[in-house]
């Protein structure tokens, strides 16, 4: 029982991060609800079903759990993010060992989501 609520806390609040992250330009969505999904998976059959059927970001969710796919337009915005970030940082003046540290975790993000499957053409 108190598994169950935490991961229903858990959900919630990715779903919450998720809507902030459609809003707020730095902050991503998809992942956060993946985490919903996978937390709404062990909590609330019916919170993960609304997930899954929901127009927008049911077919996401159900690329990375069928195939490990990202859309192509979903690696191409990922990575203007995190170019744009990078600059927006060294425009600012952050320290060069923050933006050589954020170049780092980016190209290792970017890494990872470039090899990874894209989904099947609709």
Known sequence: MIRRGLYAGIGVGSVGLAIA?????????????????WAFARSSPRAEAWLLAHGRFGPTIHNWRERGA???SAKRAAALVMVA?????????LPAWLLGLQAAIFAAVSVFLWTRPEPPAA
């Open 70 to 72: 990202v859309a192509r």
């Open 85 to 93: 970030t990078l600059a927006v940082g060294a425009v600012a003046g």
């Open 21 to 37: 992250g459609a809003v707020l330009p730095l902050l991503p969505t998809t992942p956060f609800l993946l985490l919903a999904a």
